[in-house]
């Protein structure tokens, strides 16, 4: 499908029809368990990152709703995927989020598992009149393939292999070379919303203005090209190093994008009454610093190196790219409740480049916000002292608190999001009412629809 363009307040039409869904989606639990059986069983899913699981021992774990899988790198040095439930009596076998082991270890009968799954140990073995057949009470493995530095699974087999569910969004984000990149932030928060009205707030920048001021002041959301893919994936193309056109060009470089000027070497006093010359400016200057330092930006057109492309994985993945640094964020379901979630998001920052200039362009911007600081500089090389970040889990109070921030930006979409769940369970609201400019939404719900049989 072309580019499509929204024009907020003006009669575009959308490039796909808008149904005004029911909202029993997000509050019953029948749709939920509709969901667990045609979508989360069915479905390539994100479980990781590569990078976690790089090294023979290496495990992470991945919960899915009511479902936990172990990821782990066998010694024999292949990725698998297994349940994480003890075939004996149906225990959880291992609890931390990730880790490094020779072997899992049930911790109520001490049966014990290689990396592989195989049953290896099973105390009192004797004493089984019904024997111990190895295949049977192996760990159940599920499929498991590693592609764009992601770990994808998928419980049950059957349907389009990865890369043909991915289509063209793989060929999109191979340039990033996200396995490449280093994991910076690892969080997640639990919340008191249904998971698709987090997808549904990444579906759309319809929003943005309202409950994200400070994206007038470096993006251009209101005209931001989006596209619909197959399979319920979609994009959008976010021009930075401007400011909003839904509102008047001010006549001197806003704060962010001066912070970004300066962060490139340039002087934001020469941009004044020119601040349309700012995003070209930014895009050579990256550009050349790149060229001089030898970084393989050549394959990155100059709209990729000031922009941010955000690409929506069906189901439940957002992945936001640049050049020098990536957020995956994902949201899952809770094991039984349709109005919790779990919102993942992970930093990656891809570390090349010389120190002196990561360092002069860190002291240019100033920024203590994530958002700022790695989305827009060169990162120079990976310091010394560089250690995967332990994983910090929370709630969205603690965010609506102030003790925990996941950027500005995002603050601001967990703190509404709970409303939006509240109202939906209002008698006096039925259905959701989609713009033209919310067609990703709608193309994610179809896609939705779709596995669902709906
Ligand atoms: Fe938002």
Redesign the pocket.
């Known amino acids: 499908m072309p580019l499509a363009s929204p024009r907020p307040h003006a009669p575009d039409t959308s490039p796909i029809p808008i149904r005004n869904f029911d909202k029993q989606r997000y509050l019953s639990r029948e749709w939920m368990e509709c969901e667990r059986t045609e979508v989360w069983a069915r479905t390539w899913l994100v479980a990781g990152l590569a990078c976690d699981v790089a090294t023979p021992g290496q495990y992470f774990t991945f919960e899915i709703g009511a479902e936990s899988l172990i990821v782990a790198r066998g010694i024999d040095g292949q990725l698998r995927a297994m349940h994480n439930a003890c075939p004996h009596r149906g225990t959880r076998l291992v609890s931390e989020p990730m880790g490094v082991l020779r072997k899992f270890v049930c911790p109520y009968h001490a049966w014990a598992y290689g990396l592989d799954g195989s049953l290896q140990g099973v105390p009192g073995a004797g004493r089984f009149s019904n024997g111990l057949p190895k295949d049977e009470l192996a760990l159940q493995a599920v499929e498991v393939e590693e592609a764009l530095g992601l770990v994808f699974v998928r419980l049950t087999p059957g349907g389009l292999s990865l890369r043909e569910f991915l289509g063209p969004v793989f060929d999109l984000l191979a340039p990033y070379r996200i396995e490449d990149m280093s994991i910076t932030n690892d969080q997640s928060v639990s919340h008191t919303c249904n998971w698709k009205a987090i997808l549904d707030?990444f579906a759309e920048l319809y929003?943005?203005p309202f409950?994200?001021p400070i994206h007038r002041r470096m993006f251009e959301c209101a005209t931001a090209p989006f596209e619909l893919f197959d399979h319920g994936h979609t994009a959008v193309y976010v021009p930075g190093g401007v400011t909003d056109s839904s509102f008047p060009t001010p006549e001197v470089p806003t704060d962010m994008l001066s912070m970004q000027l300066q962060a490139l070497g340039l002087d934001p006093a020469e941009y004044r009454g020119r601040v349309e010359a700012v995003r070209p400016a930014i895009q050579q200057a990256k550009r050349r610093i790149a060229q001089a330092q030898g970084l393989a930006y050549d394959g990155f057109s100059d709209a990729q190196l000031s922009d941010i492309w955000q690409f929506n994985l069906f189901p439940n993945i957002i992945l936001s790219v640049t050049p020098e640094s990536a957020w995956l964020m994902r949201s899952r379901p809770d094991a039984g409740d349709p109005g919790k979630s779990q919102f993942d998001m992970i930093t990656l920052v891809q570390f090349h480049g010389r120190e002196e200039d990561a360092a002069a362009a860190r002291r240019a911007e100033g920024s203590d916000d994530p958002e700022i600081g790695t989305h827009f500089r060169l990162n120079g090389p990976r310091p010394a002292d560089y250690s995967r970040p332990e994983r910090d889990c929370f709630t969205h109070e603690d965010i609506i608190a102030g003790h925990k921030t996941m950027t500005v930006?995002i603050d601001?979409?967990i703190s509404l999001l709970a409303r939006v769940q509240k109202g939906m369970a209002s008698s006096g609201f039925q259905r959701v009412w989609l713009s033209d400019e919310e067609s990703r939404v709608q193309h994610f719900h179809d896609a939705l629809d779709a596995c669902l049989g709906a």
């Open positions: 707030n929003h943005v409950i994200h930006t601001e979409d």
